[in-house]
């Protein structure tokens, strides 16, 4: 996962090379199928918490039948820095 600044990537994209639009990066398990920010979807973004949503923990959590769960991350991305704060399963709807 990769947090960025969108007006640095704007300017680099403009052809400014100085700037690094690329604030920090933090591993998560295998693919992330979805993701979601506190708020994001809204007007009043808070820009406090990022929900990765993986699509396979198969080596990570003991399966419970015939499906294995899925995992889901929290982390806190409001600062400079971003912290994993969570990390648990999640079952398939």
Same mark, same amino acid.
């Given at each position: 996962?990769?947090?960025?600044?969108?007006?640095?990537?704007?300017?680099?994209?403009? @052809?400014?090379? %100085?700037?690094?639009?690329?604030?920090?990066?933090? *591993?998560?398990?295998?693919?992330? @199928?979805?993701?979601?920010?506190?708020? +994001?979807? %809204?007007?009043?973004? *808070? @820009?406090?918490?990022?929900?990765? +949503?993986? !699509?396979?923990?198969?080596?990570?959590?003991?399966?419970? +039948?015939?499906?294995?769960?899925?995992?889901?991350?929290?982390?806190?991305?409001? +600062?400079? !820095?971003?912290?994993?704060?969570?990390?648990? %399963?999640?079952?398939?709807?």
């Amino acid at each position: 996962v990769v947090k960025w600044n969108v007006e640095l990537a704007i300017a680099q994209f403009k @052809g400014d090379k %100085t700037v690094k639009p690329i604030l920090d990066r933090a *591993d998560v398990h295998y693919q992330p @199928g979805h993701g979601y920010a506190s708020m +994001g979807e %809204t007007k009043d973004a *808070d @820009g406090k918490y990022f929900n990765s +949503g993986n !699509k396979f923990s198969k080596d990570r959590f003991l399966p419970v +039948g015939p499906l294995h769960p899925e995992a889901e991350q929290i982390l806190d991305i409001s +600062g400079a !820095k971003m912290v994993l704060i969570s990390d648990h %399963t999640a079952y398939p709807e």
